[in-house]
């Protein structure tokens, strides 16, 4: 029988099984079929099959690899992407805002939800679960019409709780299980530019050049801060350090429980380590970052001249290679993952690629006017346009 086999030639045989089978089938047939989806070297033979001969992979440290989700995400990747063979047409959303789209979000552990923010000054909460997209509810803060009294920037969510931030030098917390209650404002004292929620800490880039840190669980109104600063908030005392890790605006953030990474018009990228209290890296690049995405010891990064960055986040931060993927103009957005990668220009694209050296493009979505934003969860696209509308393409079932 099969387990009679030599070992190497039992899994050579689940190599060519698919991805999901191994992790998720085999197991259930037998203890010693189970160990298949153990072998560390099936995987990264499988993975140099996906990415091909010619190409690198993983970009950064070999070393916490997840190994089986990344081929897993690569499969399903090529899958649904190559041809696009396996997607549904795109739901186009309604148009509600009557501005351009910056920023949007999924939300769900399915993207049943998508939230959006223009430069209307609104906020608006999508129900994805029909076929055409509907608008469930648009956020106002007391006594208005409007979300904000500026341009809506950039979104974050961490459990039922969501923060929009905006260029009236705020950022507003909403209770999304209480029908979108306000729950709190925070007068950042200058435009917000990107936000990054972790469950214990929101970060805040501002155009003054700050990275504020605040505690989410303090629901108060608080206030913004000096110019220059990095600021720590905590419940029993807001300001607990300031520190200055650029000299011009914050464009980007990426973060986790370990570092804080941030990206500035002064060509810097910069890594603070939240542990130790400290800074630890700062970079200096021949273009600036205008979105970056941190996963596992790598981060990916796209620059104003429409190039891809990598970089190693391994205990410090290392700057590893620079692509060309075809962009012809700024990146807008960024989304990576252990075996994704998803990039969006203002030349009116959307591109699909493996997470390579050199990246390995599925797919090219092209649109009639520039891309400002893009947000990927659970194998769902989102993408905001600067024509007052949005799509989401999500993958047959």
Known sequence: ???????????????HLPA????????????????????????????????????GFPVGPREDVDWPSACLEMEQLVSSWTGQADFVASISLPLKHFAQIDTILLLGGEATVCVTGSRDRNVHLWDLQSDAGRLRHTFAERGTF???????????????SLASGAFDSTIRLWDLQ??????????????????????????????????????????????????????????AEPLVKS????????????????????????????MY???????LKRLRLNSYLMAMSYSGCEMWAGDNKGNLHSF???????ALSQ?????????????????????????????????CAPPRTLCTLQHRGGVNALNVKAGVLAVAFGEFYAEIWRPRK
Request: proline share 4%; charged share 15%.
């Open 1 to 15: 029988g099969l387990l009679a086999l030599p070992w190497e030639m039992v899994t050579h045989i689940a190599s």
């Open 20 to 55: 999901q089978c191994v992790i998720s089938v085999l197991p259930k047939v037998c203890h010693v079929l189970g160990n298949v989806g153990k072998d560390s070297t099936a995987w990264q033979l499988r993975a140099r099959r996906l990415v091909g001969a010619r190409a």
């Open 146 to 160: 409007s979300t904000h009294q500026g341009w809506v920037w950039c979104l974050g969510a961490q459990g039922n």
């Open 178 to 235: 209480a029908c979108g209650t306000e729950m709190g404002l925070i007068r950042t004292g200058a435009p917000v530019h990107c936000l990054s929620y972790q469950p214990d800490v929101l970060l805040a880039g501002t155009i003054d050049r700050k990275v504020n840190m605040y505690d989410p669980r303090d629901r108060g109104f608080v206030s913004g801060f000096h110019l220059g600063h990095l600021c720590v908030f905590k419940a």
């Open 243 to 270: 520190l200055r890790p650029h000299s011009k605006a914050v464009i980007c953030l990426a973060a986790d429980d370990k570092y804080i990474l941030s990206g500035s018009t002064d060509c810097t990228v910069a």
């Open 273 to 279: 380590d939240r542990r130790a209290g400290k800074a």
């Open 312 to 318: 190693s986040v391994a205990g410090t931060l290392k």
């Open 323 to 355: 692509f060309d993927v075809g962009h012809t103009a700024l990146i807008t957005g960024i989304h990576s993952s252990a075996g994704s990668l998803y990039t969006c220009s203002s030349d009116s694209t959307v591109k699909v690629h493996i997470p």
